[in-house]
């Protein structure tokens, strides 16, 4: 089933998010596809407070390469950034597959770093900015 939601401004993150948690149903590996400056970090963080992450907490694991949260439930949620994975070892060497197989919500930028690693069952978004700095997220599952 394809999958759209638009988010006209900054304004409805929040609501896109949480349209956004309603529409994965139970996915939880989440890889985030968009060009620098689209808003993975800020469609993360509009997640992330969906979810009842305190916000001064969230920021992108650009140098970490996963950041840990807890959600309002107890839950982990994990932000990885694969910028800076320039091998998929790289990866592999942070336990990757452990943080995958956890169960727990993993939302991935730059995801298309490490593609081959990737299980079947991950939902790709793709994030489109728009000519009037809309964006839309666009999903298969």
Not at 58 to 85: C, K, M, Q, W
Not at 88 to 108: N, V
Request: glycine letters at 4%; one cysteine or more.
């Amino acid at each position: 089933m394809k999958h759209r939601i638009v988010i006209p401004s900054l304004q409805d993150i929040d609501t896109a998010a949480e349209a956004f948690l309603d529409e994965i149903d139970g996915h939880r590996i989440i890889a985030l596809y968009a060009p620098m400056g689209a808003g993975k970090t800020t469609f993360t963080t509009a997640v992330c407070r969906r979810l009842g992450v305190r916000e001064d907490a969230v920021s992108s694991p650009t140098f970490a390469i996963v950041n840990e949260y807890r959600t309002a439930a107890g839950e982990p949620l994990y932000h990885f950034d694969f910028y800076r994975i320039s091998k998929p070892q790289e990866a592999l060497d942070i336990g990757l597959y452990e943080y995958l197989d956890s169960g727990a919500l993993c939302m991935m930028e730059w995801a298309e770093n490490i593609a081959d690693l990737l299980p079947d069952e991950t939902i790709v978004v793709t994030i489109t900015v728009l000519p009037d700095e809309s964006r839309v997220l666009t999903w298969e599952d």
